[in-house]
């Protein structure tokens, strides 16, 4: 499975951006997917994560109700909605995908992934 992450960028707080992350490799709807962030000098943080179909997520405390992942099995791609961005939300981005799932067991935990993209950088200015 290959992911390519894309979609980030500078933007002003309280501003939105939508990333995307584009598989290939496996059937697409086979699985589930996951993203990640990761600020300068801390570790990865689970962000959000969805099941095979779309019809069950989850999310981070720190972003619930701001952030939205979905999915168009049709075309290969998962996103996350970023709505009313803060400076904290400022790290790199992965995707993630959970081979194994058709609904992530432990969601938050990095070890339930099998592959994972290249990370994209999200800034959001003060």
């Known amino acids: 499975v290959q992911l390519q992450a894309y979609g980030g960028g500078l933007v002003q707080a309280g501003g939105s951006l939508r990333l995307s992350c584009a598989a290939s490799?496996?059937?697409?709807?086979?699985?589930?997917m996951g993203w990640f962030r990761q600020a300068p000098g801390k570790e990865r943080e689970f962000v959000a994560a969805?099941?095979?179909?779309?019809?069950?997520?989850n999310y981070a405390a720190s972003v619930k109700g701001r952030f939205t992942i979905s999915r168009d099995n049709a075309k290969n791609t998962v996103h996350l909605q970023m709505n009313s961005l803060k400076p904290e939300d400022t790290a790199v981005y992965y995707c993630?995908?959970?081979?194994?799932?058709?609904?992530?067991?432990?969601?938050?935990?990095?070890?339930?992934?099998?592959?994972w993209g290249q990370g994209t950088l999200v800034t959001v200015s003060s």
């Open positions: 969805i099941s095979w179909s779309g019809g069950s997520t």
């Open positions: 490799g496996r059937t697409f709807s086979s699985y589930a």
């Open positions: 993630a995908a959970d081979l194994a799932a058709w609904v992530p067991a432990t969601p938050y935990n990095s070890a339930e992934y099998d592959y």
